[in-house]
């Protein structure tokens, strides 16, 4: 069965720090990726999807960036945290556009 | 672009009692997926029910089951003989079937269900 991993469980990391947020998957060859975020209480913004290996596609301009070097592996980065980019961050992946997403256990990311 | 709109941020329900969230969203589009997803306090996301916006039959999975409008463009899930357990923060998810548009979804903002014993 295919199951997906996120790390960290949780990150506190000061303003102006760099990020690096790792999802991957097992049991399924290229699956589409996305990233997501979620504000307390609301409901879940598109960061980023991916298709393919080196394929990414940004939906929201922000300090945010993703990248995809293994297949199964996404990968969400930054070279400077701001206050703004504290969040619940969730991976997902489906493995066709017309089949339904599961999510991973998610990143409870504070940024002071 | 695709909205997804929940007009109840909070909603209650006595045990084994039921009740039904509202969902409502905006499309130019004929083909596309509807999904409620769950999440509890560890905030992991739980696949509730998917409906084809192609299909007429609304789904059904045990105790869950939904009222899908395509002309209302109206999507609600109902919840019968609620359990303890079925507390949570409750998404309606809409996803476009266009392959250009990647699986994209768009999520409305959540209904916080409270079960009262």
């Known amino acids: 069965s295919q199951t997906i991993h996120q790390w960290p469980a949780t990150l506190v990391q000061p303003v102006g720090s760099p990020l690096s947020l790792e999802c991957t998957v097992e049991g399924t060859s290229n699956p589409n990726l996305y990233w997501y975020r979620q504000a307390a209480g609301r409901g879940l913004q598109l960061l980023f999807y991916s298709v393919g290996i080196g394929q990414i596609s940004s939906e929201v301009p922000q300090n945010l960036s993703a990248s995809r070097p293994q297949d199964r592996q996404f990968i969400l980065s930054s070279k400077k945290l701001l206050l703004s980019d504290s969040g619940f961050y969730l991976c997902?992946?489906?493995?066709?556009?017309?089949?339904?997403?599961?999510f991973g256990p998610g990143t409870r990311l504070l940024v002071l | 672009a695709q909205t997804v709109t929940q007009s109840q941020p909070e909603m209650s329900v006595q045990e084994a009692e039921t009740v039904t969230l509202s969902c409502t969203y905006d499309?130019?589009?004929?083909?596309?997926?509807l999904f409620w997803y769950k999440q509890p306090p560890s905030r992991q996301m739980i696949l509730v029910i998917r409906q084809e916006a192609y299909k007429q039959q609304n789904a059904t999975e045990n105790r869950f089951s939904v009222n899908f409008q395509k002309a209302a463009k109206s999507f609600s899930l109902k919840i019968s003989d609620s359990q303890l357990g079925d507390a949570a923060m409750y998404f309606c998810a809409y996803r476009s079937a266009l392959l250009a548009n990647a699986g994209k979804s768009t999520f409305g903002d959540g209904t916080t269900l409270t079960v009262k014993p």
């Open positions: 499309t130019s589009e004929s083909d596309y997926y």
């Open positions: 997902a992946w489906s493995v066709r556009t017309r089949e339904t997403q599961y």
